[in-house]
């Protein structure tokens, strides 16, 4: 499986962006697919996963209730929605993807990565 992440870009605090992974190659639309990110001298952190059905989507505490995770099976893509963004946002955001069936929070649990995509917030 190969992915594509898009969408990163800067923006103010309290803004929106929405991040697309773009997943090719065999049976792509069966993976869960991940977010995570990584700030400047931080370890990568979880944001964001979903299965291949769309349902039971998992976020990490910090995002709850601002990001929200979707995917168009039909266009291979998966979404990160991410309004009322923070400065402690800021991070390179990957996508990911593995053959588990359900959301998977760990990172050594996705054997596919994208190149990543920066998120800038300004304060």
């Known amino acids: 499986v190969q992915l594509q992440a898009s969408g990163g870009g800067l923006v103010q605090t309290g803004g929106s962006l929405r991040l697309s992974c773009v997943a090719s190659?065999?049976?792509?639309?069966?993976?869960?697919v991940g977010w995570f990110r990584q700030a400047p001298r931080k370890e990568r952190e979880f944001v964001a996963s979903?299965?291949?059905?769309?349902?039971?989507?998992v976020y990490a505490d910090s995002v709850k209730g601002r990001f929200t995770i979707s995917r168009d099976n039909a266009k291979n893509t998966v979404y990160l929605q991410m309004n009322s963004l923070k400065a402690e946002d800021t991070a390179m955001y990957y996508c990911?993807?593995?053959?588990?069936?359900?959301?998977?929070?760990?990172?050594?649990?996705?054997?596919?990565w994208g190149q990543g995509t920066q998120v800038t917030v300004s304060s």
């Open positions: 190659g065999r049976t792509s639309v069966y993976y869960v």
């Open positions: 979903i299965p291949a059905s769309g349902s039971s989507t």
């Open positions: 990911a993807a593995s053959d588990f069936t359900r959301a998977q929070v760990v990172a050594d649990r996705y054997p596919y």
